[in-house]
């Protein structure tokens, strides 16, 4: 059984920074894209960054220069630094994974998804 599980959430004053992990079991994911989403009330999940398998890195406009995605294959985790954190970064973030291997860094098309992780961000 496939699962990604997050870790790393929590309250953060407005210019703080959180590391947040995603620890992927029960196969392999060093040949895959993987991502982080989040999502705030009301609001549809947005992407956020993803990594390929040999590491070529995408963000979106209003995290770029603040965050930074990173993997390490042996342990099978990925990882989002979150630096300079502002309120509108509140939300809860999704780690996923594509099934298929050896595909470019993609912005959709995650076929597994964790349960997610809260960030708060006050002002």
């Known amino acids: 059984q496939v699962q990604l599980v997050e870790s790393g959430g929590g309250l953060v004053q407005a210019g703080g920074s959180l590391r947040l992990s995603c620890a992927a079991s029960g196969r392999t994911f060093s040949r895959n894209t993987m991502a982080w989403f989040r999502q705030t009330p009301g609001k549809e999940r947005e992407f956020v960054a993803a990594?390929?398998?040999?590491?070529?890195?995408d963000y979106a406009d209003s995290v770029k220069g603040r965050y930074t995605i990173s993997r390490d294959n042996a342990k099978n985790t990925m990882y989002l630094q979150m630096n300079s954190l502002k309120p509108e970064d509140t939300g809860v973030y999704y780690c996923?994974?594509?099934?298929?291997?050896?595909?470019?860094?993609?912005?959709?098309?995650?076929?597994?998804w964790g349960q997610g992780t809260q960030v708060t961000v006050s002002s």
């Open positions: 996923a994974a594509e099934s298929k291997a050896w595909t470019l860094v993609t912005r959709r098309d995650y076929d597994y």
């Open positions: 990594i390929s398998w040999s590491a070529s890195t």
